[in-house]
């Protein structure tokens, strides 16, 4: 499984784009990128998907470039609510989640 | 939406007692999970179960942990002899799909699984 690395945290304002990059200089051929996010005493949530390129979907969008060794998430516009910790997950075998510390944001108003 | 659900959301024991954790996966999900979190730490995978057999464990999955699906709906894990070190957020989580492509896993909202 590819090692991940991402900031330990990130401070942002009510209405900014967020931006969470994460590194993984050994992701193999048959990896996938996987955002999952964490609000306190709940259950990880799944956000986003991607193998190159961009993905979009109605929460966040996820930019991967040519060779893959980052990603970055991208969240429009936060609110108080994606208050939350957010991991990057890299792997092809989904027969389990690896968990990383993540990355807390928090939103300030 | 559906959504997986964990009973109790709050557990209590004595240092020594079994526990059954429970858990009703989506119910066209074919993959189960289990995962803990010790307060303040990582979420931590425990075991997968696919077709009525463990088909991965990590080795915080010993001997005193057991997974079962008795029913159609049902996903249980027990802990035959709790440690005060098991004290950890417990999280069932199921998939439809197990191996590559997109797959997204559903976790509930854990059982707080505190031994004394």
């Known amino acids: 499984l590819a090692k991940t690395t991402q900031p330990i945290s990130m401070d942002s304002y009510e209405g900014q784009e967020v931006n969470i990059t994460c590194s993984h200089n050994?992701?193999?051929?048959?990896?996938?990128i996987t955002w999952y996010q964490q609000f306190p005493s709940q259950g990880p949530r799944f956000i986003i998907q991607g193998y190159k390129t961009k993905v979009t979907n109605e929460v966040a969008s996820l930019f991967i470039p040519a060779d893959r060794k980052s990603s970055t998430l991208s969240l429009p516009r936060v609110s108080l609510s994606d208050t939350a910790v957010y991991y990057c997950l890299v792997g092809a075998n989904t027969d389990k989640l690896i968990f990383g510390t993540g990355t807390r944001l928090q939103v300030f108003p | 939406e559906p959504e997986v659900t964990q009973t109790p959301s709050h557990q209590v024991t004595q240092m020594g007692q079994e526990v059954i954790l429970r858990c009703v996966p989506i119910?066209?999900?074919?993959?189960f999970y289990w995962y803990r979190q010790i307060l303040g730490q990582k979420v931590e995978f425990l075991v997968s179960f696919y077709n009525n057999e463990i088909s991965e464990k990590s080795e915080i999955f010993d001997d005193q942990f057991s997974v079962e699906r008795p029913d159609g709906s049902n996903f249980t894990l027990k802990i035959r002899s709790t440690k005060l070190e098991d004290s950890a957020m417990y999280f069932c989580?199921?998939?439809?799909?197990?191996?590559?492509?997109?797959?997204?896993?559903?976790f509930g909202p854990g059982t707080r699984l505190t031994v004394l």
């Open positions: 989580a199921s998939s439809v799909t197990g191996t590559g492509g997109l797959y997204e896993q559903f």
């Open positions: 119910s066209n999900h074919l993959y």
């Open positions: 050994n992701i193999a051929t048959n990896d996938y």
